[in-house]
């Protein structure tokens, strides 16, 4: 299936906005299609948690992004996107994108997000 390869982390100020990509060039696009897609992000000394998933059938996201994160994907281009607006402290972590297909699991190797004055 291939991996994931991920962009788009930086350092933002409070309040500011970023948007993260994760891409899946080696994957056939109809098994991209079926696939679950997800964002996790784990922050220092934290558990990695749940960010946002998106399957063809609607998006989940956790509490603490609703009406800030907008999770897609654009299932020709094989690519997903985390649009992150109003940008936290709390927000600071490594953002993993993740992929399940048939019960199988897989992760990108995270992009840092930094959120400071």
């Known amino acids: 299936q291939g991996p994931l390869v991920e962009s788009g982390g930086g350092l933002v100020q409070p309040g500011g906005s970023l948007r993260l990509s994760c891409a899946a060039p080696?994957?056939?696009?109809?098994?991209?299609?079926?696939?679950?897609m997800g964002w996790y992000r784990q922050a220092p000394g934290k558990e990695r948690e749940l960010v946002a998933t998106?399957?063809?059938?609607?998006?989940k996201y956790a509490d603490s992004v609703k009406g800030r994160f907008t999770i897609s994907r654009n299932n020709s281009r094989k690519t997903l996107t985390l649009q992150m607006n109003g940008l936290a402290p709390e927000d600071t972590a490594v953002y993993y994108c993740?992929?399940?297909?048939?019960?199988?699991?897989?992760w990108g190797q995270g992009t840092q997000v930094t959120v400071s004055a």
């Open positions: 080696r994957m056939i696009t109809s098994t991209f299609s079926s696939s679950i």
């Open positions: 993740y992929r399940n297909y048939g019960g199988q699991d897989t």
């Open positions: 998106i399957t063809n059938g609607g998006t």
